[in-house]
């Protein structure tokens, strides 16, 4: 079962839970009582920082020390976790949540006093510190997550109920993301990929088309219908709309790419690590969650997610290097390489998102491992036009998501002409591999249209062990980002 979450009252020092959590800042290498503990220290005579810093406690981000109480509460536990040197900002409020939560698993009831800094942003963090994929354990695999953890306000936070709600919300969507991404690709393909998001959508009000392998070839789709080819299990393009309500502001596009598994196809990956291509549709999975979220918390934007879903395999059927593929809206492509598949089946995406006329188009997508080598494996790479670009660039930084803003270099266009074809699919030189991808989309938008791409090869997916309330594998990045973008959006326009 998943964490609940509440909203907590009174006394943090009586309340009847198995564990409190309190913040804890680094100064001079010395532990200090983070705003909200008060009634916790005053409960231990006013020398909490210290007992903490006798336990070992620093202070250090998202350090996590746990000490009986011994009845000085009345919770038996107290759990002190780091929020880092310098003021105790959302992110720090966040990472420390998830590391909290983390910490208390296996906890039935535990309390948390880091929203009395940050309401929205401890509420984030706890739940999605407190995710584990679980689907395919049995038995005891894994301790269960933290039951119930109430969340105290500030005592001035009048809209605490509201921001909880809202937070909770895009949690959920978030974890629907992950869970997405770790879904097993023998599970999660195409078909039952866009079952699943019709399912999500149809729950919340959210309008479904799906298009299958007939229709995709009928409509003259041939980026998707070409990179699917080669798998027995066909292709799909899914259309999800939210109207808005009965007053949209903006028209917002959402494009995500969708490839259930990427085995490069006849340019097939090595062994190693394949296994990662799992999260290949990590992009998709987030524009799906975004686009429920915008639904089910009624957001006075008109917002239509098209994602294009395949699965790209070697066989006798699949397409090859020096075919010739004509997209969506009849520009054609030369493939030189079928394991960049990605930019071949959000191509045809791009272009009928953009016949619905949007305000904005966003695309988001593993794209590049490129992105990679420039950017690391926790900062996406967003390319687009400037001032979108950087408009994004600046709400996954905010988010703590992670976002830099790329150059789309004109120079590039040249590599990518083709001996045949309007447009090859990639390079030959060896460098600048995300910007030639993103010019390579840039050419499937229509002039004039705010556009922007997100590369998240590695911010996606995780490999390493958990960190702040970031779990091993699916992170559902960058879901807040768009989410911050459609709130930015319908605020400001």
């Known amino acids: 079962m998943p964490t609940e979450l509440q909203l907590g009252s009174g006394d943090p020092a009586a309340a009847t839970v198995d564990a409190v959590v309190i913040g804890v800042s680094a100064l001079d290498g010395a532990p200090v009582l983070a705003p909200g503990a008060a009634e916790i220290d005053t409960a231990f005579d006013g020398d909490l920082a210290g007992l903490l810093a006798v336990a070992g406690a620093t202070g250090k981000a998202e350090e996590v020390v746990r000490i009986p109480t011994r009845g000085a509460i009345t919770a038996p536990l107290l759990l002190a976790v780091g929020l880092g ?150 292709p799909r393009l899914v259309r999800l709309s939210w109207s808005g309500g009965s007053a949209p502001r903006k028209r917002v596009a959402l494009v995500g790419k969708g490839i259930t598994f990427d085995t490069g196809g006849i340019s097939i990956k090595p062994a190693a690590n394949m296994d990662q291509m799992t999260s290949d549709m990590g992009g998709a999975a987030a524009v799906v969650a975004t686009t429920v979220l915008a639904a089910q918390l009624e957001l006075p934007v008109a917002v239509t997610a098209t994602v294009p879903m395949a699965e790209n395999m070697p066989s006798d059927t699949a397409y090859r290097p020096g075919d010739v593929l004509r997209m969506y809206g009849g520009k054609t492509v030369e493939v030189l390489n079928t394991d960049a598949e990605g930019r071949l089946i959000l191509a045809d995406a791009i272009v009928r998102a953009a016949q619905d006329e949007p305000d904005y188009l966003v695309e988001t997508s593993t794209l590049t491992g490129a992105q990679m080598v420039a950017l690391g494996t926790r900062t996406a790479g967003v390319m687009g036009t400037e001032e979108l670009r950087d408009r994004i660039a600046g709400h996954a930084q905010a988010t703590g998501e992670g976002g830099w803003a790329m150059p789309l270099p004109a120079h590039l266009r ?65 879901v807040r980002t768009l989410w911050a973008l459609l709130t930015d959006i319908a605020e400001n326009g």
Request: hydrophobic letters at 45%; glycine letters at 14%.
């Open 85 to 234: 040197s310098g003021e105790a900002d959302a992110a720090a409020v966040r990472n420390a949540s998830g590391a909290a939560a983390r910490a208390l698993s296996g906890t039935g009831h535990a309390l948390s006093t880091l929203g009395r800094i940050d309401l929205a942003a401890a509420a984030e963090g706890t739940l999605l510190g407190a995710y584990a994929f679980t689907a395919y354990r049995s038995g005891d695999g894994a301790s269960a997550p933290v039951g119930r953890v109430d969340v105290l306000p500030a005592d001035t936070d009048t809209g605490a109920a509201e921001a909880l709600r809202v937070a909770t919300a895009v949690a959920t969507a978030v974890t629907v993301a992950r869970d997405l991404v770790n879904t097993p690709p023998n599970d999660l393909y195409p078909e039952s990929f866009a079952q699943r998001a019709a399912d999500l959508a149809s729950a919340a009000g959210v309008e479904v088309e799906v298009l299958d392998d007939v229709a995709l070839a009928e409509g003259g789709y041939g980026g998707v219908t070409g990179v699917g080819q080669g798998s027995s299990r066909k």
């Open 414 to 478: 040249a590599d990518l002409d083709s001996r045949v074809a309007d447009i090859a699919n990639v390079t030959a030189a060896r460098w600048g591999g995300m910007l030639a991808a993103g010019v390579f989309l840039a050419e499937f938008v229509p002039e004039g249209l705010p556009w922007a791409h997100i590369d998240i090869a590695g911010p996606s997916f995780h490999t390493g062990g958990p960190y702040g309330y970031t779990a091993k594998g699916g992170t559902g990045v960058p």
